[in-house]
């Protein structure tokens, strides 16, 4: 196919997606898509879109490549607006050297090529210079993988390569040196980062969760003294097991429950309240039975038929359920009320669990009506210790609790009580957080307290 033919085939395609409000940023399904069925020039499209979006990058920032199996190297055009970026518009160089686009490919092309030939296992690269991951960059240092088993097992090893100009051969080399010592992610000193995966969508979200572990760093170091997640945990991550369940048509009612599930995930998304990785969300179908969250998908690209249907301790067959799973499981187990359950870390939040800093919620009356006290727990392992911290939250008397190096647990009677709570919750972090710039927190008196707790129904 023609540069041309394929330029008015995307086009075309891009204004149905946006018609049929299939449109996505994502890279693992995209209007029902796998991302396996996309050209390299879209996948790559989109994908900076959504890095440009989220404030990962800037107009003038950040490449990202594509090696095919052919050994062409497809890559994001130099000096192009990344927010008006086109399919195309990005530049195949092919191995012999010769190239297609209408204009040079990114300036920093040699460092690609150069991760491409060390690391045989890496078929996709991105490099972006967004502000968490700069602060550590300009200080020179790495971010600690180990407040969080998740961001532990997803960003693997983390290096440094020294300085070099932008573009040249020796900063290739520095780069491509450190992927060869077997890191998936290398900080640039003074610069940004770089970060290989498998494949494109593989890449974005060991970045974006490398990004977020940063941002949550930065803000638990304003707090307090930070902790890290047992050794043992992190080397030997526990999986919840599931026996297979047998195939059933869903029910209207499932179909409604997984469609308004996925709305909030999207919408938690859209609002940072979670990452592509990390974050799940259930909801009760009946006494035994619930839908949840798929494990390493996507979560803007979720749809409803990657929910999971889970029934005691059996899940559909072929499914894999999230590693919070077991623990949703026994909420709703010990907990006839509840009928949604939110496991997530935003950045704010996530601040207070990786650190030794209590979260107040006696701040403004609707944290207090709608998160309670909000205690926080040690370090639990989700898995492991899910009867534990089952016990701990119930939808009267904690509805939020914080679980140190894991994230926040938030229960509701539905979707939309349950993700209104994350929703105050991580408002109420950041303002905590924001407010240690202005002076030392005064938290509403305990008549006030006392008047919303008779106003609203909270005492016994």
């Known amino acids: 196919m023609g540069l041309c033919q394929w330029q008015r085939v995307a086009e075309s395609a891009e204004i149905v997606a946006v018609a049929t409000g299939t449109r996505a940023l994502g890279s693992a399904r995209v209007g029902g898509m796998e991302a396996n069925w996309l050209h390299p020039r879209q996948e790559l499209v989109q994908t900076m879109s959504r890095i440009y979006r989220y404030r990962m990058t800037t107009t003038s920032g950040g490449n990202l490549s594509i090696l095919d199996p052919d050994g062409s190297i497809w890559i994001t055009p130099s000096r192009l607006d990344k927010a008006k970026l086109r399919p195309a518009d990005v530049v195949q160089v092919m191995p012999d050297g010769r190239r297609s686009g209408p204009v040079p ?51 693997h ?30 900080m640039l000193e003074n610069h940004g980062v770089v970060v290989g995966g498998k494949d494109l969508q593989d890449a974005f979200q060991r970045f974006e969760t490398l990004e977020y572990v940063a941002r949550s760093l930065i803000n638990a170091h304003r707090l307090g003294k930070i902790s890290s997640v047992p050794v043992e945990v992190l080397r030997h991550p526990p999986r919840p097991e599931f026996a297979p369940l047998p195939k059933s048509k869903a029910s209207n ?42 494990h390493r998908r996507d979560r803007l690209e979720i749809e409803p038929d990657r929910m999971v249907r889970i029934s005691g301790n059996a899940c559909e067959e072929g499914a894999h359920p999230s590693r919070a799973a077991r623990l949703h499981a026994r909420i709703y187990e010990k907990h006839p009320d509840v009928g ?76 939309l009580d349950a993700f209104d709570r994350l929703e105050v919750l991580e408002a109420t972090a950041e303002a905590l957080q924001l ?10 008196p305990e008549d006030a307290l006392d008047e919303l707790r008779r106003a609203f129904g909270m005492e016994d």
């Open 157 to 186: 090893k983390i290096a440094y390569a020294d300085y070099a100009c932008p573009g040249s051969s020796e900063l290739a080399g520095n780069i491509a040196d450190a992927f060869a010592g077997g890191a998936d992610c290398v």
């Open 253 to 294: 009612r499932e179909k409604e429950l997984r469609a308004e599930l996925c709305e909030f995930l999207h919408r938690s998304y859209e609002q940072r309240l979670l990452i592509s990785t990390a974050g799940a969300f259930s909801a009760r179908l009946d006494d035994d039975r619930f839908v949840v969250t798929p």
């Open 340 to 415: 949604a359950v939110i496991l997530a870390q935003p950045a704010a939040v996530s601040g207070f669990c990786m650190s030794d800093a209590k979260l107040s919620t006696r701040t403004i009356p609707e944290s207090y009506l709608v998160l309670q006290e909000s205690p926080k727990v040690p370090f639990r392992c989700i898995v492991n210790d899910a009867d534990e911290l089952a016990e701990w939250v119930s939808l009267r008397r904690c509805p939020v609790l914080l679980i140190q190096n894991e994230g926040a647990l938030v229960v509701g009677k539905d979707p």
């Open 105 to 155: 490919p990114s300036s920093e092309f040699p460092f690609h090529q150069a991760i491409y030939r060390r690391r045989p296992d890496i078929k996709a690269i991105v490099h972006a210079h967004p502000g968490a991951l700069v602060a550590y960059s300009i200080c020179r240092e790495l971010p600690d993988l180990r407040v969080q088993s998740h961001a532990f097992e997803v960003c």
């Open 435 to 444: 407010s240690q710039a202005v002076g030392p927190l005064v938290p509403m």
